[in-house]
């Protein structure tokens, strides 16, 4: 299976091997790290400044894909890759070739748990997902606050369920008191955009890369590995 992953999810380096990384496109051909760092010395609040691929172009791209393998696997930010080339890359592919499309700006914990188990991947794929996350902002997914290139002080932080508030709390800590209290015996795959330094969380954690979008916000990803748990 060939593997695509959006640069701009800021998946963890050490779990890229033998991955195709998918640059974000910047207006003036500037790099997404430098994006985001004159942003965070920005005295104003802009967007990254993104530039829209032509059909040709994201053609030409398809196609290199589809020459590697006839499966293929590609971990997508909404933010950044255009939603008409998402929805049209399953006709490109139909009939001879598969695939399977992940929307990583919601789901990075499962995204993780499919790069670390690569021969599962089909399977771990069927079926309802649901993914936590920890927010300092619950409006995180909206296009003006993901793209946003200064991060504000968290005064308050959420508990977001498959993009729906379920709680809220001043702090992370009594974010994860509930967690732990609805799903006391849970193994978690863990990662966030800074720090984070919960002990009593069971599973495995992951540190973003400093480019990972959204940086106006603190977000904590929770993806529960026995989602047949998860109501």
Do not use: C
Request: glycine letters at 4%; aromatic letters at 10%.
């Amino acid at each position: 299976m060939f593997i695509v992953v959006d640069e701009s999810l800021g998946l963890p380096k050490n779990l890229l091997t033998e991955v195709h990384i998918r640059p974000t496109t910047l207006k003036k051909g500037i790099s997404l790290s430098y994006a985001i760092e004159k942003g965070k010395k920005s005295w104003g609040v802009g967007k990254l400044p993104l530039t829209i691929t032509t059909t040709d172009e994201m053609l030409e791209e398809v196609y290199g894909w589809s020459m590697q393998d006839r499966e293929v696997l590609y971990i997508y930010d909404e933010h950044t890759t255009p939603a008409d080339w998402v929805k049209r890359l399953q006709n490109w592919f139909y009939p001879n070739q598969h695939i399977y499309l992940v929307n990583g700006s919601v789901n990075r914990g499962l995204a993780l748990h499919l790069l670390s188990n690569r021969p599962e991947i089909p399977a771990l794929l069927e079926g309802a997902l649901t993914e936590y996350v920890i927010t300092s902002n619950s409006k995180y997914r909206e296009e003006r606050t993901y793209l946003k290139m200064r991060k504000k002080k968290p005064k308050k932080y959420y508990l977001m369920k498959n993009s729906i508030i379920e709680s809220s709390a001043s702090t992370v800590d009594e974010l994860v008191e509930d967690i732990i209290r609805k799903h006391p015996s849970q193994n978690w795959i863990i990662t966030s955009n800074g720090e984070f330094n919960q002990k009593e969380l069971i599973g495995e954690y992951f540190q973003l890369e400093e480019d990972a979008l959204p940086i106006s916000s603190h977000n904590v990803y929770l993806y529960p590995l026995q989602q047949e748990n998860i109501e």
